[in-house]
C-alpha cells in the first residue's frame, strides 16, 4: 500500500481529523446553569459593553478560521470548497499540534472575491485569527488585501506569506554555506502566483536586492504591456535592468533559484549555466522542476525542497502555527512585514552557524522548539512595530 491508499484508508477511519472539546464540565443542575442560561448572560452583558471582553470570556482568543473557497487545493487545482475540506481540517490538526491553536475549516461555495470578502469579514467576530487557503490567484491578493482593510484580527493568506517566510529562512542559511551576501545575489523565481509573487516581496524585505520573476510566457518585463495588475506590481519591484527572454536566460548567471511552477521545468543545462555554488529551491510538488541529484550533478551546491524524503526540506508548517501563536498572544491587529521578517529570521536562528551544511540549512517540521521560538520572535516584532494590543 502506497501513502495515498493508506491516507485514504485512514480518511476513512479518522471520518474527520478534529472534534470539539468541551472546556467545561456539565454533569449536574449548577453546572448547567454556569456554562449556559442563567449565568451565560452575564459574560454575554460584559461583552456587550467591551467587545474585547471577548477575547476573555470565549475561546476566541485561541481560535483562527481556516477559510477556503476550494480554487486552488494543493497540486489539484479547483476542486470545489468540499473536496478541499480535508485539506483544511489537516490545517486545523497542524495548528493544534505544533501550536495548541483550536482552528476550524470554513469551506465557502463561491469564487466570488466581493462574496467571499463579506462573508469572511462577517464570520469574523468569532475568531482571533483568518488564516486563508488554497485560494486561486490573482483572486487571493484582492481577498487578502480587502480583508486586512476591514478585520481588526489578523488575516494571513498561508500559500502566499507562509511559504515565503520558509524560503527565506533557508536562503539566509543557505548563503551562510556557499558565503554569500544576500544584498549580492541573483535570485529567479519560477513561478509568478500567490506564492511567487509573496516570495519576492519577502525576499526584497530581508535585503535582497537582484530578483528575476518568470512566469510560463518568460521573463516577467515591466515594458510587456500585456502584464496584469498583480505581474505590473511584480515587475515595478523586481528585473532592474529590463531583462527578457526564458527561464534559461534568466538563469544563466544566477545565483539562487526558486520554484514555485510545475515539474520538471529545469534541465542540468540550466543548473551548469547558473554561478558557482548555486542555491536551487524546486518546490513543486510531488515533482519538482527539477530532481535533487540531478541537480546536484549539474553542479548545484544546495539543494532544497518540498518533500520530506529529501534533505532540506521547505515547509509551511515551519511558519503559520507559531506566527498565530505569538498573534494571538499578544492579541495583534495583523501580521506585518516585520513580524514575517523576525519569522524568517527566528527559524533560521535554530540552526548554529556551526551546524549549518549543504544538507542542513533548515529546521525540521517535527523540531519541537519551532513553535515557540518562532511565536517569541512574532510577539517581540508585532510590540516593536505597534501592532501587538496586549
Not at 207 to 225: P, Q
Not at 290 to 316: C, K, W, Y
Not at 357 to 373: C, H, M, P, Q, Y
Request: with cysteine; glycine share 8%; aromatic share 4%.
Amino acid at each position: 500500500m502506497d501513502i495515498k491508499q493508506e491516507s485514504l484508508k485512514k480518511h476513512y477511519e479518522w471520518n474527520g481529523k478534529i472534534e470539539v472539546v468541551s472546556r467545561c464540565e456539565i454533569k449536574d443542575k449548577k453546572d448547567l446553569s454556569l456554562a449556559y442560561t442563567p449565568g451565560v448572560a452575564e459574560a454575554c452583558l460584559v461583552i456587550e459593553k467591551d467587545i474585547n471582553k471577548s477575547y476573555e470570556l470565549t475561546r476566541r482568543n485561541n481560535l483562527v478560521a481556516v477559510v477556503t473557497d476550494g480554487s486552488a487545493v494543493l497540486g489539484l487545482g479547483d476542486i470545489g470548497p468540499e473536496a478541499g475540506m480535508p485539506v483544511m481540517e489537516g490545517k486545523c490538526a497542524l495548528f493544534k499540534e505544533f501550536a495548541d491553536v483550536d482552528a476550524f475549516p470554513i469551506c465557502i461555495r463561491s469564487k466570488d472575491v466581493d462574496e467571499l470578502v463579506r462573508t469572511i469579514y462577517l464570520i469574523s467576530g468569532s475568531f482571533g485569527g483568518i488564516n486563508l487557503e488554497d485560494i486561486s490567484a490573482p483572486r487571493c491578493f484582492e481577498v487578502e488585501r480587502r480583508l486586512k482593510e476591514i478585520c481588526d484580527i489578523p488575516v494571513f493568506h498561508d500559500d502566499q506569506h507562509g511559504t515565503a517566510i520558509v524560503v527565506a529562512a533557508a536562503l539566509i542559511n543557505a548563503l551562510k554555506v556557499v558565503k554569500k551576501d544576500v544584498g549580492r545575489v541573483r535570485v529567479v523565481i519560477n513561478g509568478a502566483g500567490s506564492a511567487g509573487c509573496a516570495i519576492a516581496k519577502h525576499l526584497i524585505n530581508i535585503g535582497v536586492e537582484d530578483i528575476i520573476m518568470v512566469d510560463r510566457f518568460g521573463i516577467i518585463n515591466r515594458e510587456d504591456e500585456g502584464l496584469n495588475s498583480a505581474h505590473r506590481e511584480m515587475a515595478a519591484l523586481t528585473n532592474k535592468g529590463c531583462m527578457s527572454g526564458s527561464l534559461a536566460d534568466a538563469l544563466r548567471g544566477a545565483d539562487v533559484f526558486v520554484g514555485v511552477s510545475a515539474p520538471g521545468v529545469v534541465s542540468a543545462d540550466m543548473v551548469r549555466s547558473m554561478a558557482r555554488d548555486a542555491i536551487v529551491f524546486p518546490m513543486a510538488n510531488p515533482t519538482p522542476e527539477i530532481m535533487p541529484d540531478e541537480a546536484l550533478a549539474a553542479g548545484a551546491r544546495i539543494v532544497g525542497t518540498g518533500r520530506s524524503d529529501f534533505p532540506n526540506q521547505i515547509n509551511n508548517v515551519l511558519a503559520f502555527p507559531g506566527i498565530f501563536r505569538g498573534a494571538l498572544d499578544c492579541r495583534a491587529s495583523c501580521i506585518n512585514e516585520e513580524m514575517k521578517a523576525a519569522t524568517s529570521f527566528a527559524l533560521a536562528s535554530l540552526i548554529p552557524d556551526a551546524e549549518l551544511s549543504e544538507d542542513n540549512i533548515i529546521v525540521s517540521a517535527l523540531d519541537k522548539r519551532v513553535a515557540g521560538t518562532v511565536a517569541g520572535a512574532v510577539i517581540k516584532a508585532a510590540r516593536e512595530s505597534g501592532a501587538a494590543r496586549i
